[in-house]
Structures are given as structure tokens and as C-alpha cells.
């Protein structure tokens, strides 16, 4: 389908959507299973440059900031050349947060919530963050719910029942929410533990991509369903205006054309902790992705 058409299509959509939001109403910040937020009011991107950091809560219910972030990835999109990247931090970096000393990079939700988050994540990378996206446990299931399930290809036959309760063979699978939550859970079945968790936290969201990118490619409309859930989920410290523009961005990247890197790291304790070191090398790595925003 011509892009014209296409971009046609999303403005139908979003008017239909508009009209339908004073029926729907706000989702208090308690219940919203995703909540999405700038980190400096009013910064706009001017270099084509766009990075937004997910985070991913250890909260079985809500969305609280009083909760550890399980999961942290910056994605860099460069607007122009629309090629991405997904930049993976293991939550048991060690970590400066701004103001708080040195602890767990996880421990920066519950020290300032995800605003901290996204400031220890700059200090760390010298990279400018537009927005910042949380979910915790009940929105990633609803969400994966709402969707009909998402087909990902799990790289190893999987097998803990009493930890994250993932249990699939390898290859490609269409994940139930369950199923999907279990997956993005799981470091007991990887020798690397939670290295290798962060990594496949962000083959998922390449998964959850690419089921966009499908969908609305077939049929430009479904873009409207895609943020009547989200609206229905989110509660929204943006406009609907900057949602709706970062909907567009999101359907218009290839899934070929974005990058999965985690951070080199070693493993180590601090006092009795289990923690991971940031190697030096990714020095480079920050410059890099700062300079293109993708891999």
C-alpha cells in the first residue's frame, strides 16, 4: 500500500479515536498498567535522534513507582533513515544513581520512580531521553491479552516450573499472556541468568514490533486498535498528539532495521550482593548509539 494511503488511513484513525476519548476517560496512575512520561518538559528532539526508555516493574498489581525495575531498555530511533536499536541494561548493574548513592540500577525506581530511572540511565550513557514507557505485571498480561498473543522464537527449550513458571521448547511459539509474561521472566534456564533475560525482554518487544508493523501494513486502520488499547491501559503524562506521533513512528520501523545489544558486563558482589559490572567497553557503545541511535 502506497505510504499516502497509509498516512491517510492514520488520520481517520486518530480523529475516530479522539472522538471516542471523553467517553473513555483517565486511567488514575494507581490502576494504569502503563504509564508513559517526558523526562524534561518541553525538550524536543531537534537531530532526528529519538530515544525513549521502557521500563518493566516488579509490581503484581498497578503501576507503582514503589517497585524494582525488573527490566530497562533504552530504544534509539533515528527518524530520517527510520533504523533503531534496542540498548539492554541488566538490572543488577552497579551502579551511581543522582543523588542516591551507588546501589542496583533496579533500585532507581523505587529511589525516585521511573524520572530517576531515565536520569541514572543519562548519566550513565551521556544520551538525552524524550520519554520514558512503565509497565508492571498486570499490564503486560492485559495487554498481551488484548492483542490475541504475540508469536516469538524462543531461543532454548525452557524449563521453570517454580520460577518464572516458564515451560516451552524451542522455536517459534504464539505466546499466551501467561506464556508471554513466564518468557520475559525466565533466567534460570540461561547460564548467563539475568543477562540473557534482558536480552530476550527486548526480542519481544522486536516481537510485539513486528506484529505492529504487520498489522498495520495489511490493514492501516488497525493502528486505531492499537491505541484504543493502549488508551485503555495508559494513563498519559503526554498528549494524545505526541501518542499518536509516536504510534506512526513505531509502524513505520522495520524490524530488520533494529538492533538488540545488552551491555558487556562481568559478574561480581558488592558486601553480600550478586551484582553486575558495566564493562569499560561501553564507552563506545554509549557514543555510538548516542551518535546514530542504532546498532
Same mark, same amino acid.
Given at each position: 500500500?502506497?505510504?499516502?494511503?497509509?498516512?491517510?488511513?492514520?488520520?481517520?484513525?486518530?480523529?475516530?479515536?479522539?472522538?471516542?476519548?471523553?467517553?473513555?476517560?483517565?486511567?488514575?496512575?494507581?490502576?494504569?498498567?502503563?504509564?508513559?512520561?517526558?523526562?524534561?518538559?518541553?525538550?524536543?528532539?531537534?537531530?532526528?535522534?529519538?530515544?525513549?526508555?521502557?521500563?518493566?516493574?516488579?509490581?503484581?498489581?498497578?503501576?507503582?513507582?514503589?517497585?524494582?525495575?525488573?527490566?530497562?531498555?533504552?530504544?534509539?530511533?533515528?527518524?530520517?533513515?527510520?533504523?533503531?536499536?534496542?540498548?539492554?541494561?541488566?538490572?543488577?548493574?552497579?551502579?551511581?544513581?543522582?543523588?542516591?548513592?551507588?546501589?542496583?540500577?533496579?533500585?532507581?525506581?523505587?529511589?525516585?520512580?521511573?524520572?530517576?530511572?531515565?536520569?541514572?540511565?543519562?548519566?550513565?550513557?551521556?544520551?538525552?531521553?524524550?520519554?520514558?514507557?512503565?509497565?508492571?505485571?498486570?499490564?503486560?498480561y492485559g495487554i498481551v491479552k488484548r492483542?490475541?498473543?504475540?508469536?516469538? %522464537?524462543?531461543?532454548?527449550? =525452557?524449563?521453570?516450573?517454580?520460577?518464572? *513458571?516458564? #515451560?516451552? &521448547?524451542?522455536?517459534?511459539? +504464539?505466546?499466551?499472556?501467561?506464556?508471554?509474561?513466564?518468557?520475559?521472566?525466565?533466567?534460570?534456564?540461561?547460564?548467563?541468568?539475568?543477562?540473557?533475560?534482558?536480552?530476550?525482554?527486548?526480542?519481544?518487544?522486536?516481537?510485539?514490533?513486528?506484529?505492529?508493523?504487520?498489522?498495520?501494513?495489511?490493514?492501516?486502520?488497525?493502528?486505531?486498535?492499537?491505541m484504543a488499547i493502549a488508551r485503555r491501559?495508559? %494513563?498519559?503524562?503526554?498528549? =494524545?498528539?505526541?501518542?499518536?506521533?509516536? *504510534?506512526? #513512528?513505531? &509502524?513505520?520501523?522495520?524490524? +530488520?532495521?533494529?538492533?538488540?545489544?545488552?551491555?558487556?558486563?562481568?559478574?561480581?558482589?558488592?558486601?553480600?550482593?550478586?551484582?553486575?559490572?558495566?564493562?569499560?567497553?561501553?564507552?563506545?557503545?554509549?557514543?555510538?548509539?548516542?551518535?546514530?541511535?542504532?546498532?
Amino acid at each position: 500500500m502506497k505510504r499516502a494511503s497509509i498516512l491517510v488511513s492514520f488520520v481517520l484513525a486518530l480523529a475516530l479515536l479522539a472522538a471516542l476519548l471523553p467517553i473513555m476517560g483517565r486511567v488514575p496512575r494507581s490502576e494504569a498498567a502503563i504509564t508513559i512520561g517526558r523526562v524534561h518538559a518541553g525538550y524536543q528532539p531537534t537531530t532526528g535522534k529519538l530515544f525513549i526508555l521502557v521500563i518493566g516493574n516488579d509490581a503484581r498489581q498497578g503501576n507503582p513507582n514503589g517497585a524494582l525495575a525488573d527490566a530497562i531498555h533504552l530504544v534509539g530511533i533515528d527518524t530520517r533513515s527510520m533504523k533503531a536499536g534496542i540498548l539492554n541494561f541488566p538490572r543488577d548493574s552497579w551502579v551511581s544513581i543522582p543523588g542516591h548513592g551507588t546501589n542496583k540500577i533496579n533500585a532507581s525506581l523505587i529511589d525516585g520512580g521511573p524520572e530517576l530511572v531515565a536520569k541514572t540511565v543519562e548519566s550513565l550513557t551521556g544520551i538525552r531521553i524524550a520519554y520514558w514507557v512503565m509497565t508492571g505485571f498486570g499490564g503486560f498480561y492485559g495487554i498481551v491479552k488484548r492483542l490475541g498473543g504475540v508469536k516469538v %522464537r524462543v531461543p532454548r527449550n =525452557l524449563n521453570d516450573p517454580s520460577g518464572s *513458571g516458564a #515451560v516451552m &521448547s524451542a522455536g517459534v511459539h +504464539k505466546l499466551a499472556p501467561l506464556q508471554a509474561l513466564s518468557f520475559v521472566r525466565d533466567r534460570h534456564d540461561f547460564p548467563n541468568g539475568d543477562v540473557s533475560r534482558t536480552a530476550n525482554q527486548a526480542t519481544f518487544l522486536l516481537a510485539l514490533l513486528k506484529k505492529l508493523r504487520k498489522e498495520v501494513t495489511n490493514n492501516p486502520a488497525s493502528l486505531l486498535k492499537w491505541m484504543a488499547i493502549a488508551r485503555r491501559y495508559t %494513563r498519559l503524562d503526554i498528549s =494524545l498528539g505526541e501518542l499518536f506521533r509516536l *504510534g506512526i #513512528v513505531a &509502524s513505520e520501523l522495520s524490524p +530488520k532495521d533494529v538492533g538488540n545489544k545488552t551491555l558487556p558486563v562481568s559478574f561480581g558482589f558488592e558486601g553480600a550482593q550478586s551484582v553486575v559490572f558495566i564493562s569499560p567497553q561501553a564507552s563506545s557503545i554509549y557514543a555510538s548509539f548516542k551518535k546514530k541511535a542504532h546498532f
